[in-house]
């Protein structure tokens, strides 16, 4: 294992302690957590919060900031944070509105992140929560009941936020969230794995000539292990499947997000993204907007993913609204 890091049971700590150095006007940690907030809290709105396992930087305390989320909660590598972590958020961000919590579809997180909830309740804050599945690819998992939730999950952060900023109420936050994750599809294929730095070795094998179409977030089996392809064949097996899912109709209109696993070059992300595009012209669908970057990794993992969101006005408009998260600026 070849790791720039101290001791690997420190990496979650360490990480977060130079994020909040590298942003010092912008985010604060609350003491004795792992949670990152924004250092200047809007007193009319609703406060928004997610979360999950560290291993995805930028998310999700990339998208802490005005426009996006109120607080991220940082479990240790892909291990979902524990709810007296994830209450602790909730107490920090809210100002008497409410609080969304936006959750990616785990076991683990969905538990936490519901035992948080009711705790907060208990004490007289006002919770709703919203569950991203994005993911087409398979419909459970080991880690999952359900389908699980990965990149479409930076398009509610991004929506949810931007709607809570205009002084919405909490259900309408909510409606907005859910609207998103109804319209968001994704699915993602990888070329190597990646390495839990306390676990020192390979999550799982690939060979050198082997792909695996439809991987996880946290290196989980795919639908399919095959042999490497071109990008033109990779975009359009991801592509779709996802546009089979979203069952969209000539002249619809999607924002793209082509992302990347945590150590794909660019390169290869715009080289996928010239065949994705032509894909949706093929469908007579319009495109929006297009992001490409890396939003939700997977540690050093090679590979990458599509996500198309079907937008109308309104997700529009809240797409170009400003953001100040690190990771997001607009």
Not at 79 to 85: L, W
Not at 181 to 205: E, N
Not at 222 to 227: L, N, S
Not at 316 to 322: D, F, G, R
């Amino acid at each position: 294992m070849k790791k720039i890091i101290n001791n690997p049971n420190d990496v979650v700590s360490d990480m977060v302690s130079g994020m909040i150095q590298a942003f010092p006007e912008k985010l604060e940690q609350i003491d004795g957590t792992m949670v990152i907030k924004r250092k200047e809290l809007s007193s009319n709105k609703v406060g928004l919060v997610s979360g999950g396992g560290s291993g995805h930087e930028p998310a999700h305390a990339g998208y802490v900031g005005k426009g996006m989320l109120d607080a991220a909660v940082a479990g240790e590598v892909f291990t979902s944070p524990t709810p007296d972590q994830i209450l602790a958020a909730i107490k920090a961000v809210d100002t008497g509105h409410g609080v969304l919590l936006i959750v990616k579809n785990y076991t683990g997180d969905v538990m936490n992140f519901d035992m948080a909830s009711e705790l907060a309740e208990s004490e007289g804050i006002k919770v709703e929560q919203v569950i991203v599945n994005d993911d087409v690819a398979v419909e459970d998992s080991d880690f999952t009941t359900g389908r699980r939730g990965i990149a479409g999950t930076v398009f509610v952060h991004k929506i949810a936020g931007a709607m809570a900023e205009t002084g919405a109420t909490l259900n309408e936050v909510k409606e907005v969230a859910e609207k998103t994750i109804t319209h968001v599809r994704s699915m993602g294929m990888a070329l190597t794995p990646c390495t839990v730095p306390a676990a020192g070795k390979p999550s799982f094998q690939l060979e050198d000539n082997e792909m695996e179409i439809g991987i996880g977030i946290h290196g989980e089996a795919g639908i399919e292990r095959k042999p490497i392809t071109s990008a033109k064949n990779i975009a359009n097996e991801l592509t779709q499947k996802v546009l089979d899912d979203l069952q969209l109709q000539s002249g619809d209109e999607v924002a793209v997000m082509i992302n990347g696993l945590g150590a794909t070059p660019e390169m290869e992300l715009f080289i996928l993204q010239q065949h994705v595009n032509q894909l949706l012209k093929d469908n007579n669908l319009s495109v929006f907007r297009t992001y490409v970057g890396e939003f939700m990794t997977s540690l050093e993992m090679t590979g990458c993913s599509v996500t198309l969101l079907k937008v109308d006005n309104q997700l529009k408009s809240l797409l170009e609204a400003k953001s100040e998260a690190t990771a997001f600026r607009v």
